[in-house]
């Protein structure tokens, strides 16, 4: 019997078929225990955006364990390189998302977002807003709020998470959703009226934020239709309803800008970060927040005489020290203009299976991309087909997602592509 227990695997599965060993890597390549070589197309989990054995971010580490490999930043302490993290991202982040609190992934940064929202309406007088606003089909982690706000079942089944506290409106997804002869920009307005419908009948004064990918990532690809997101944010801001962006996919790059709110014009009150933050060598997560909430966090903060708050490893040093080697190497690289090229390679690879009977769809922004197929049955059939020719596509239903390294060459990209083309058949 295996010891461990795998996420998001059949555990029974594993006793008769033990999960594959990946025991190196090297760019976007990975090999298993067997010798197989693999080009990793989903840079891991969406996150392994330097590659798999990057040696500048294995030498920051290694020199930040050597002057101080742990502290914290609980009662009045900090760390040196935490400090000089938090004024390079300050400087780095769209609009006044200046302010931040650290954890240590993906998850952690939403459930902290969403304590933190909450507590900033409290700090304006308004106690009631407690509930959060969420989207079908998206993904926002796998803890305990943050399971409870990801719209897929597979992460609620059998937990017993908070849903009293979400509110679930629909799925930005025109070419699923969209109603008969219904345009792009139609279908974007119809979804911004019925989130306003929905605040109403439940009361604004209720809802403390809606959160939300800017691009929903393991819900699909799913890129937002024209219109929605300049909508959805005026709904918000006329009813006092704070506005959370999760780019803990879309962060640092992805979608050609370097964050996604820049990508699709949003200006959130609150923004996580996780994965790309370090090129996924350490665990580090953080939320940036605007100076109103900061300052409304604050004061409620004074009442009690503390923010009751913290982490054990939230802006740990070696961390810090990873974070900030990484965002170098993506200034040296001209992250957009390096993320530009990579997606026009990608595009163009991908554009025959536009025309190819068993697909739906291809959406594609910056450089990350999915092909979606006529059902999950061929979606399936298409990714292990791929996977046994040596590249690893994250399945989502009939939707394969596409997420490669930066670090990727053109040729890369074309090996990408040819064998998911092949794999279509």
Request: proline share 5%.
């Amino acid at each position: 019997m295996n010891a461990h227990l795998h996420p998001f695997t059949d555990p029974r599965a594993t006793e008769v078929a033990p999960p594959r060993e990946i025991v190196s890597g090297e760019g976007v390549r990975v090999t298993d225990a067997e010798g197989n070589v693999f080009i990793d197309g989903m840079a891991g989990l969406w996150c392994a955006s330097l590659g798999f054995a990057p040696e500048r971010l294995r030498r920051a580490a290694s020199d930040q364990m050597a002057k101080l490999a742990y502290y914290h930043s609980f009662k009045g302490r900090t760390t040196d390189v935490t400090e000089r993290l938090s004024k390079a991202l300050a400087a780095r982040l769209p609009g006044d998302l200046g302010h931040l609190v650290y954890g240590t992934s993906g998850s952690e940064a939403v459930e902290v977002a969403i304590k933190m929202a909450r507590y900033a309406q409290a700090g304006r007088g308004q106690e009631g807003r407690t509930r959060i606003i969420a989207r079908t089909g998206a993904y926002h982690g796998s803890v305990t709020m943050s399971a409870a706000l990801t719209g897929l079942q597979y992460v609620h089944d059998g937990f017993h998470l908070p849903a009293s506290d979400v509110i679930r409106v629909g799925r930005p997804h025109w070419v699923d959703e969209a109603g008969p002869g219904e345009s792009e920009r139609a279908f974007a307005d119809r979804l911004v009226a019925e989130l306003e419908e929905m605040i109403e009948a439940e009361g604004a004064d209720t809802i403390a934020a809606m959160i939300g990918e800017p691009v929903m990532g393991a819900g699909g690809v799913l890129l937002p239709p024209e219109g929605y997101w300049e909508g959805v944010q005026e709904v918000l801001r006329r009813h006092g309803i704070l506005l959370i962006a999760d780019e803990v996919i879309t962060g640092f790059g992805r979608t050609g800008r370097w964050f996604g709110c820049e990508t699709y014009g949003i200006a959130p009150d609150l923004m996580t970060m996780a994965k790309q933050l370090t090129g996924a060598v350490f665990p580090l997560s953080a939320v940036a927040m605007t100076g109103a909430v900061r300052d409304s966090v604050a004061d409620r903060a004074h009442e009690f005489g503390m923010l009751g708050h913290g982490v054990t490893y939230g802006g740990h040093p070696v961390g810090a020290a990873v974070a900030l080697e990484t965002l170098a190497i993506y200034e040296e690289m001209k992250l957009e203009e390096r993320t530009a090229e990579l997606g026009a390679r990608l595009a163009a690879g991908l554009a025959p299976l536009r025309q190819h009977p068993d697909v739906r769809e291809v959406r594609q922004v910056g450089f990350v991309a999915g092909v979606q197929f006529d059902s999950a049955e061929t979606g399936l059939r298409v990714g292990e087909a791929a996977e046994a020719r040596g590249v690893f596509l994250r399945i989502v239903g009939p939707t394969l997602a596409i997420c490669p390294p930066y670090v990727a060459t053109p040729e890369d990209i074309d090996e990408i592509c040819r064998v998911l083309i092949e794999s279509a058949g």
